[in-house]
Structure formats: structure tokens, C-alpha cells
């Protein structure tokens, strides 16, 4: 069958972010959807956050932040987010690969914004709670973010990363 990617599901045009939208990566949902079988989840959405919804930040130390509501600062979903991104990386044990929607507290790779305790962002910024929770549990398997991807030598560097992971879980 069809290799299969994780995906974040507002980059298939689902209306699922926060303020009832998406973003649709073309790259994804007309080219690279012909070749790959894709399996989209939200984390907000599957931790029980509606859409739309009020915006969740990240909050505190870069490298182990807290995911909190941007208004309500009591909205802790931190241990949710964690604990859906520990049981996705058991449930889609055939994915060979993810692409994770940039800049989100929950799906970013990399440099998302981390907010210090008087409201101004961290240098370097962090990386989403359900990304980091999803990587530290199959640190084996190839992620990239929808914005690396337009750059062709990182897209080709994570499709052949992902046929290699293919071919090495058909070995084993
Ligand atoms: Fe959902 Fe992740 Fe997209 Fe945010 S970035 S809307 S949590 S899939």
C-alpha cells in the first residue's frame, strides 16, 4: 500500500485552527497527497478545544514551556497536549513520517514563540507541546514543518528520510 504521513490537518485545509480557518499548504494537499496516504489530527481539537477557539500560547522556560490559554490563563492544556502527542506516536505506529503546521504552540517544530512571565516572547522560541511529545517518543521517525518543505533540498532531504524509513520498517 501507500506510504503514510501524519499531518496537521489545518494544512489540508480542515477549518480546525483557532479562529475557525486553516492553512492550506498546496504542496501538500494537491502534490504530495497523490503520493503519500495522509492521516490528519488536530491536538487542540482532539483534547477537546473547540473551533473557533481562544488562541493558546506557550508560556515560561523555552526548553519546557507550558501550554496556556493566551486570556485565561488558568487554561493549562500543557498535560493534555503532552500526553495526546505520547498516544498518537503509539497509535499511528505505521506513519513514516509527519508534517507539522509551523508557529503553533502545539504542532511547531521549531521557533515558536515561548513567552516570558512579562509577556515578551523568549529569544529562539521553542517547540510546540504535542511536536515535542510526539518527537521524544519516535525520535527514529522523519518530521519536517510545512514551511521547510517549500525549500526543495529540505523536502527532498525529508522524502528520501521518509522512503528510508519505510523500507527499514518493512525489514524489521
Ligand atoms: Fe490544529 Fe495543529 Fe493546525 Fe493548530 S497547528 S489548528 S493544533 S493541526
Redesign the pocket.
Known amino acids: 500500500g501507500s506510504i503514510k504521513i501524519g499531518i496537521?490537518?489545518?494544512?489540508l485545509g480542515q477549518p480546525?485552527?483557532?479562529n475557525g480557518g486553516h492553512?492550506e499548504s498546496r504542496l501538500c494537499s494537491d502534490i504530495l497527497s497523490r503520493h503519500f496516504e495522509f492521516v490528519p489530527?488536530?491536538?487542540?481539537?482532539a483534547i477537546g478545544l473547540g473551533a473557533p477557539r481562544e488562541p493558546i500560547r506557550l508560556v515560561g522556560n523555552p526548553t519546557n514551556p507550558r501550554a496556556l490559554g493566551s486570556v485565561n490563563r488558568t487554561l493549562d492544556v500543557t498535560g493534555a497536549l503532552d500526553d495526546y502527542g505520547r498516544e498518537t506516536a503509539e497509535r499511528l505506529d505505521d506513519v513514516c513520517g509527519f508534517i507539522l503546521?509551523q508557529k503553533?504552540p502545539?504542532?511547531g517544530m521549531e521557533r515558536v514563540k515561548v513567552y516570558q512571565e512579562n509577556g515578551v516572547p523568549s529569544e529562539g522560541g521553542g517547540r510546540g507541546i504535542?511536536a515535542a511529545a510526539l518527537m521524544r517518543a519516535r525520535s527514529e521517525l522523519p518530521v519536517e514543518e510545512d514551511g521547510r518543505l517549500n525549500d526543495p533540498v529540505l523536502r527532498e532531504n525529508f522524502l528520501t528520510r521518509v522512503f528510508a524509513y519505510a523500507e527499514w520498517q518493512r525489514l524489521l
Not at 8 to 11: M, P
Not at 41 to 45: A, D, F, K, S, V
Open positions: 496537521s490537518a489545518c494544512l480546525v485552527r483557532f492553512k489530527l488536530c491536538p487542540e481539537l503546521m503553533s502545539s504542532c504535542f
